[in-house]
């Protein structure tokens, strides 16, 4: 029996902590190389990561209908979201198809692939274990849902994920990973090892990091870019920062640095659009002059009601009058 | 209202969904509390670096450190009309990977246990951050503070996480990891009682993933067979702290067409646990701006009307809040720059309720 070498596992403090490793992991990672949004766009597989509250979703969803209205059959993809059916996939318009990614589902789907369906096959899935490991544990879970993605890339041009936030987005391909390198022999590392071939080579799948021009999520957007090209070091992200305030023309001579603010709250409503302005023109200056490639999408006046549409069909404009897609 | 909360609880805790700022409102809290005169400490397990930053420190660790000197010099060399803390602040970072070891030897019958446990590579996959394993070391790291009872008040600001419910649920995900029937599966797989249905979907499970894996899956129940009972008496133990009158909940979030459902499922979850829920905290809000004089300059049009548009949502979910009867705890105003210093948490502390 081959015993697998704890070597070959993430340490477990890169996996407990990745948070805080996450900024030291490639210092000599240059982010200056990372490539505009449209080299990457036309990839067929394209995996939207982010932090939590940027519009990962939003922006996903206006890229594949942009991507749909050029009349490739796209799949927007995304993860266990409860306010979505779970794991059919349905088209939005001819071209356009969204799957909500399940668990419990991909398992089925998988083992029904490996074992044949059977009424042994039926057994397994519906054995109270597998059916605990599939949709809790860590790891089988992630590897699951990957896998489904990594499958139906055959039935379509495209594939447009919206990515778990972060940090979860990237225990996903981890997770993988130390599958892929702990249990050898069975077909399982088989398809993980080719899964990770798949995602790291540049050909076939493409990332892009959804930011806001603010400190904090532009420093963890450059943190998370540094962790993705350690997992894939041919494959470096690109970035789109997402809810730039529109620009008022004639605003130049009245920008100051935010720094020099005697207080951080605003009076007035004109006051905090100068100030918030000049705090996005003062972060992305900071990027320019780094050499760091990104593309941008106003903000958008969000809508009263929680349907998404017209920030995905206003996104969607904006990408197209702006060349991305 | 907070300074209610901060006068009567002696811990609160922060939930909320990642992006919300709730890292910064749980810092703020601790400042106002420390100008109420309490010995305040924040335990925070998000990423290091943004509140140690914010507070000028290189790093903070997993004793509490003494801010209190620090934040009032900053205090009367900024704001001297604030007057001075009257009582103090401390931070702290829990440490999870050690609490976890010092937990896992705690709760297991002898070190060898604990340490083969640890080895087991699918037990490292299991409790990496996103099985509740974080939240759950945070409640021990907290259960520890309280019995040290140095503090008058601790907050608490949860690890970041997809959904407001998860700290509630983090203490239950764990445990599933022990549930009793799991572990008797995977301990006696070759025993009379299990079921011929089970022998099949492990052979199939052994045919799919290799021998090696089998042979970790056995070796962690095993593991985990011998700590059962230690951890769910902890777990008993760390509920009944929660429960008491003591704590408070609070579910930190930004204004959104969201917010009223999250509202609900988040008290309706405290509920159900038996928790308190002290309100909710509305971050980053925007209508504490004054209406600028009528807006002639036509290059304003089109950020005037995002500004509106946010405030718009604000005031529809402060009235949707009020409606169904939802306590707010805290308004908190977006500042104009990220926060930066001392002086910036201090106009956070300063203008709640504002």
Redesign the interface.
């Known amino acids: 029996m081959q015993q697998p070498s704890s070597q070959f596992l993430e340490s477990p403090c890169s996996l407990w902590c990745s948070h805080h490793s996450m900024g030291d992991k490639n210092p000599s990672l240059s982010l200056s190389q990372t490539p505009p949004l449209t080299q990457v766009i036309h990839r067929k597989l394209l995996f939207i990561t982010g932090k939590g509250g940027v519009g990962k979703t939003a922006v996903s969803l206006a890229l594949a209908k942009t991507v749909s209205e050029q009349g490739l059959r796209v799949l927007w993809v995304t993860f266990e979201d409860p306010n979505r059916p779970a794991g059919e996939i349905k088209k939005l318009s001819p071209t356009l198809s969204e799957l909500n990614c399940d668990a419990g589902r991909a398992f089925e789907e998988y083992a029904g692939l490996k074992i044949g369906i059977s009424k042994l096959a039926h057994i397994f899935v519906g054995n109270k274990l597998m059916q605990y490991l599939s949709k809790a544990a860590p790891g089988i879970h992630e590897l699951v849902l990957l896998g489904k993605i990594w499958h139906e890339r055959q039935n379509y041009d495209r594939l447009i994920i919206d990515m778990p936030s972060t940090g979860y987005g990237l225990a996903m391909f981890q997770s993988t990973r130390n599958f892929a390198r702990l249990f050898r022999g069975g077909p399982i590392h088989k398809d993980a090892e080719a899964m990770l071939e798949t995602f790291g080579d540049p050909h076939e799948s493409g990332y892009v990091i959804v930011s806001l021009p603010e400190e904090t999520p532009l420093g963890e957007s450059l943190d998370l870019a540094r962790f993705l090209s350690e997992l894939f070091p041919k494959n470096l992200p690109a970035f789109i920062v997402n809810r730039m305030f529109p620009q008022v023309s004639g605003l130049e001579g009245k920008k100051r640095n935010p720094m020099s603010w005697p207080n951080p709250l605003a009076a007035d409503i004109t006051e905090y659009i100068t100030r918030r302005i000049s705090l996005e023109d003062h972060n992305m200056r900071l990027w320019r002059d780094d050499h760091i490639a990104f593309s941008s999408l106003d903000y958008i006046p969000p809508p009263l009601s929680e349907s998404l549409d017209p920030i995905v069909d206003s996104l969607a404009r904006q990408i197209k009058t702006r060349g991305y897609a | 209202m907070i300074d209610d909360l901060l006068k009567s609880r002696k811990i609160l805790i922060t939930c909320g969904?990642?992006?919300?700022g709730k890292t910064t409102l749980s810092a703020a809290l601790a400042f106002r509390a420390a100008m109420l005169g309490k010995k305040a400490v924040v335990v925070t397990i998000?990423?290091?670096?943004?509140l140690a930053g914010a507070l000028g420190l290189s790093h903070l660790g997993d004793e509490p450190t003494d801010l209190t000197q620090h934040v009032q010099e900053a205090l009367s060399e900024h704001h001297p009309e604030l007057g001075s803390l009257q009582g103090q602040v401390w931070a702290i970072m829990p440490d999870?990977?050690k609490t976890?070891e010092a937990f896992l030897h705690e709760i297991a019958p002898n070190p060898a246990t604990a340490e083969r446990i640890?080895?087991n590579?699918?037990f490292?996959?299991?409790?990496?951050?996103?099985?509740g394993?974080?939240e759950y070391m945070a409640l021990e790291r907290l259960n520890a503070l309280v019995q040290e009872n140095r503090f008058d008040i601790i907050i608490l600001d949860t690890p970041?996480s997809?959904n407001t419910l998860a700290f509630l649920k983090a203490p239950q995900?764990l445990a599933?990891l022990f549930e009793e029937?799991?572990i008797r599966?995977?301990v006696l797989p070759t025993n009379k009682l299990v079921s011929a249905?089970?022998r099949?979907?492990?052979g199939?499970?052994?045919?799919?993933?290799?021998?090696?894996?089998m042979?970790?899956l056995f070796d962690f129940a095993a593991g985990l067979f011998e700590v059962q009972v230690a951890f769910t008496a902890n777990l008993r133990g760390i509920t009944a702290t929660l429960k008491s009158t003591d704590v408070g909940f609070i579910m930190v979030t930004?204004p959104?067409?969201?917010t009223l459902q999250e509202g609900l499922r988040f008290i309706e979850q405290v509920k159900e646990h038996q928790f308190h829920f002290d309100g909710v905290a509305l971050n980053r809000g925007?209508t504490?701006?004054?209406?600028?004089?009528s807006?002639p300059?036509r290059?304003?049009d089109?950020?005037?009307?995002?500004?509106?548009?946010?405030q718009?949502?604000e005031k529809?979910v402060l009235e949707g809040l009020e409606k169904s009867k939802i306590q707010i705890c805290a308004k908190v105003?977006e500042?104009?720059?990220?926060?930066?210093s001392v002086e910036?948490l201090f106009?956070v502390a300063m203008?709640f309720n504002s």
């Open positions: 969904t990642g992006g919300v998000d990423p290091a670096k943004r999870t990977r976890f640890m080895r590579p699918i490292q996959i299991f409790t990496n951050e996103f099985s394993t974080n970041p997809r995900l599933r029937r799991l599966w995977l249905g089970m099949k979907a492990l199939i499970l052994e045919k799919l993933t290799g021998a090696g894996f042979t970790h930004t959104s067409p969201d925007l504490y701006l004054n209406a600028s004089p807006n300059d290059n304003f089109a950020a005037f009307e995002v500004v509106r548009a946010i718009k949502r529809l105003p500042l104009a720059r990220d926060v930066h910036d106009h203008a």
